[in-house]
């Protein structure tokens, strides 16, 4: 079947525009997670869904951040006014269930740069 | 927040060498997972594990708890394991246990 797919897959924006960064997750998995990626490190957690309810967005950078999930399935990562330092792979991942005994599957992620 | 560090950070060897990559962290944890991210930059998982050992095809990990450790060996390496290769664990309790810390990753390159 699908895995979980992101668009668009790269983003070249200018400084101080606004952002909207896609998530499909596979199909039926009640758990949504963004990550972001910088070069060379690890990634790094952002918030979580469980079904449409933002259960954790304790990673978010700060307010120029925000996501919503508002049907419990396609996600969106929005990024207002964006700084070259959010440039990064923004990675999504969904899982079938709750808690931390399901595997995550990891979509493709967004390249986002901001020049 | 838990700290995870991985090593080596970079790692090369011959192709049908014995490979393994460490992992350890610093607080307790639900469970800990072993991903492996492509050179395309795609992340797959390979294992998730919260005691003693699993196998998949050359690929083998395990987990001492008490020791705060893990493990990821490759069994005959050939080329096609170059990659980079990732420990994330989700922490034991509440919400640190949905989310998962990462650790910077081990760049692995098998040489012909």
């Known amino acids: 079947g699908a895995g979980v797919s992101q668009s668009p897959r790269y983003k070249v924006t200018k400084r101080g525009q606004d952002v909207a960064l896609r998530c499909d997750p596979i199909?039926?998995?009640?758990?949504l997670y963004w990550y972001r990626q910088a070069l060379g490190q690890g990634p790094e957690f952002l918030t979580y869904?469980?079904?449409?309810?933002?259960?954790?967005k304790s990673g978010l950078p700060n307010d120029r951040f925000s996501a919503e999930r508002p049907e419990g399935s396609i996600s969106t990562l929005t990024i207002q006014r964006t700084e070259q330092r959010d440039s990064a792979m923004y990675r999504c991942?969904?899982?079938?269930?709750?808690?931390?005994?399901?595997?995550?599957?990891f979509g493709p992620g967004t390249r986002l740069t901001v020049t | 927040k838990n700290e995870v560090e991985q090593s080596p950070q970079n790692l090369t060897a011959q192709e049908g060498e014995f490979i393994t990559i460490n992992c350890s962290y610093s607080?307790?944890?639900?469970?800990l997972h072993w991903l492996q991210q492509h050179p395309g930059g795609g992340i797959v998982s390979l294992f998730m594990?919260?005691?003693g050992k699993k196998k998949h095809g050359r690929l083998i990990a395990t987990i001492n708890i008490q020791e705060k450790h893990s493990s990821l060996h490759i069994t005959a390496s050939h080329p096609r394991d170059s990659a980079v290769y990732i420990c994330a664990v989700s922490g034991s309790s509440g919400a640190g246990s949905y989310q998962l810390t990462f650790g910077k990753g081990t760049k692995l390159s098998v040489i012909p």
């Open positions: 199909s039926g998995h009640v758990s």
């Open positions: 869904f469980n079904y449409e309810a933002q259960q954790d």
């Open positions: 607080v307790g944890i639900s469970a």
């Open positions: 594990l919260s005691s």
């Open positions: 991942a969904s899982s079938g269930g709750t808690g931390p005994h399901y595997e995550q599957y």
